[in-house]
């Protein structure tokens, strides 16, 4: 558990990926959503410096770019652990036992919400619905949902993910 | 060869059939056995996947939940060739759970191959668009209008006087989007159709590209689905390369694009002004009506939205005629509607039923009851924006009017049960609570409102001047009903007004057991 967190120093500054990732949408305004999510699976969040770029390509202010950015939850500017977790809150999973799981997730990784371990390993996030309701409560984790956790299967995972 | 269906649905995958599906092909091949694996959608049957079937002479047979380490078991048993084991389900479409049903939408999902427009056309498939090539757009609208079809994102609004809207402004740019940003709470109907028969979404919306005078389209997917997204990615380049989407479909002079656009986990974006700024790459703020969407839409052009499930309908209305499909219902709510059972319920999944059945059928009848044996005490309609209903009101029918009626509604069809150890004051505080992280923020009822109440309702449940907060409470969720400019502050109100009105008691507890909780 111990060490300094040195992720954020490590994003990249992304100005040429930026340009690139624009380019390959024909530096379409409307396609920014788009543009954003490539970046940031390209490096792992959104750098500051690619605003600007993202700006002069789309023919935007740098205001109008960074509004869209920070609105939507999506979107992070300092890089996750090497997996995200996102736990649902919504009311599906809570009448299954939620609030008791989003406890243990956050007493098991030693974070809340939007934090990341201090291994550098497990960025835990909440979520509303991942629309597998049927199967609540539910995670998500690297974009693979996974249904009927509880404190077990839940405590299970996460040492497999920091392992 | 021996053909196996393991599904591909994110939500048989969330209980592993992936890993299933691995197995039986490590498996076969160490039998030596040449077995196909098809990846399909899923059949709704939640409480049972992942769900394997089987393709024998009589038919395919099924076998469910099946995990990882049963799988050398099925093949000793020798399932590849349909014989009895302990998972046995037989013809899956024998279970009463999908017997009972009135499939109209859902006929394909969890048969075929998604990705593949030969199984689509094998099953059914793009009949409904070959007539519609050589119909008026007219003929189509009025089809549509005779169906009696409303929107199933949850305003019900009826689709042929939004299609006939757009078909009569004058030609020119026109859009058609498809609305996939299902992000209510307890619904999952539309994700299946995009993982489970997503050319079915496309057949839709091009029909009502070529009905309209609209050559582009767009989906836009929340970011939360990603297997969703990838499906629907394959499914439209699968169209293009068949023709059936694209420049000069089959031949004829009608031409139709589709583009998926991912949202960014903003559930404001379900808002269908909100989604326009989105899909024209702009902070998801909502936009005050008029002007409609149909006349001043994406980029200001006309421009058709509809939900996933709205568009899906389509394809059996053009095929069977607006009249077949009318034929299911009750009063103003007509055909049949995908209901989603969520929540606290044994059998969770998806039953589409006609408008009428009712709650009691659905949960208890379809869903067996809870999940976890407990008496149900409420259930939420409609996602996080509708009313919490109690047991007592189980035999309301599913139809509009009559939820509207009660102060409730029907939105997207979706039903989360939760049984007698729920806190409704807890329910209501989280309906705030949400309200307020998900705002636009555009207008104040709804921006400032949101966080009064959860600070109002935190003050009734420490019981601080209680009388006089519930009258509080009320005053401000009227004017958040009033003044808001979209449903998203407008009906946050209705989870907590009917968590008060039906659960009076969970408002009043003592104090000292609230901290002890």
């Known amino acids: ?163 | 060869m021996i053909k196996v269906y393991v599904p591909r649905d994110s939500g048989a995958r969330s209980m592993g059939a992936d890993e299933v599906a691995s197995a039986i092909a490590r498996e076969a091949a160490s039998q030596k056995l040449s077995v196909q694996i098809i990846r399909t959608g899923s059949r709704g049957l939640y409480w049972l996947e992942p769900l394997v079937e089987v393709e024998t002479a009589s038919g395919r047979v099924a076998y469910g939940p099946v995990q990882e380490a049963d799988v050398a078991s099925l093949f000793k048993a020798k399932f590849h060739e349909g014989a009895k084991h302990k998972l046995t389900l037989g013809n899956i479409e024998d279970h009463p759970y999908l017997k009972n049903q009135e499939r109209l939408t859902f006929v394909r999902c969890g048969i075929i191959d998604p990705v593949s427009v030969a199984d689509y056309m094998a099953h059914g498939g793009y009949a409904a668009l070959k007539k519609a090539l050589a119909m008026t757009g007219e003929r189509v609208v009025a089809e549509v209008t005779e169906s009696g079809l409303r929107g199933r994102g949850g305003a019900g609004f009826p689709a042929g006087i939004k299609w006939k809207t757009v078909h009569d402004t004058p030609p020119g740019q026109k859009y058609v989007c498809c609305n996939a940003d299902e992000g209510d709470s307890g619904t999952f109907a539309d994700r299946m159709v995009m993982e489970g028969d997503p050319l079915m979404l496309i057949e839709g919306m091009t029909i009502a590209g070529i009905a309209t005078g609209a050559n582009e389209g767009f989906i836009y997917i929340r970011s939360e689905y990603p297997d969703a997204i990838a499906t629907m990615k394959e499914a439209i380049a699968a169209a293009v390369s068949a023709n059936w989407l694209g420049t000069n479909i089959q031949g004829t002079d009608k031409s139709f694009t589709l583009e998926v656009r991912r949202g960014a986990g903003a559930y404001i974006c379900g808002e269908e002004t909100s989604m326009l700024d989105s899909l024209e790459g702009k902070r998801g703020m909502v936009r005050p009506k008029p002007p409609i969407p149909a006349l001043f839409g994406l980029f200001g052009k006309p421009t058709l939205i509809n939900n996933v499930l709205t568009f899906a309908a389509i394809p059996y209305i053009i095929t069977e005629g607006g009249a077949a499909y009318k034929n299911y219902g009750m009063g103003k709510s007509r055909g049949t509607q995908p209901f989603q059972l969520a929540g606290n319920i044994k059998h969770g999944g998806l039953v589409e039923k006609a408008f009428g059945v009712t709650l009691r059928q659905l949960i208890e009848d379809f869903g067996g009851g809870t999940h976890s044996g407990r008496p149900i005490r409420a259930v939420q309609v409609g996602g996080p924006l509708g009313a919490y209903l109690p047991a007592a009101q189980l035999d309301l029918p599913m139809e509009y009017e009559t939820f509207a009626a009660e102060g409730a509604m029907v939105g997207h069809g979706g039903l989360v049960v939760f049984d007698e150890t729920v806190d409704m004051a807890q329910q209501a505080r989280f309906a705030m609570e949400f309200c307020a992280i998900e705002s636009c923020g555009k207008c104040t009822p709804c921006r400032i409102g949101a966080v009064r109440g959860v600070e109002t309702i935190d003050r009734i449940v420490a019981g601080i001047d209680r009388t006089q907060n519930l009258e509080l409470l009320e005053e401000l969720c009227q004017t958040m009903t009033d003044g808001s400019l979209c449903a998203m502050g407008g009906l946050t109100p209705m989870p907590v007004q009917s968590a008060i009105k039906h659960f009076p008691e969970d408002f009043d507890r003592p104090v000292n057991l609230q901290a002890a909780e």
Request: charged fraction near 20%.
């Open chain 1, 1 to 163: 558990m111990a060490g300094k967190r040195t992720l954020i120093n490590t994003l990249p500054q992304g100005t040429e990926a930026a340009q690139a990732i624009a380019a390959r949408y024909g530096n379409r305004p409307d396609a920014l959503l788009e543009m954003l999510h490539d970046i940031q699976h390209e490096l792992g969040a959104i750098p500051d410096a690619a605003l600007p770029v993202l700006a002069k390509a789309l023919n935007l202010s740098r205001a109008e770019v960074y509004g869209t950015m920070s609105f939507y939850h999506e979107f992070r500017r300092t890089p996750a652990g090497r997996h995200v977790v996102k736990v649902c809150r919504a009311e599906s999973c809570q009448a299954m036992g939620a609030r008791a799981l989003v406890a243990e997730a956050q007493k098991t990784l030693q974070v809340r919400f939007g934090e990341t371990t201090s291994d550098g390993a497990i960025t835990l996030e909440a979520v509303y619905c991942l629309g597998n309701c049927h199967l609540s409560p539910n995670i998500q984790v690297d974009g693979k949902t996974i249904g009927r956790v509880n404190a077990e299967k839940f405590g299970k995972l996460a040492a497999e993910l920091r392992a």
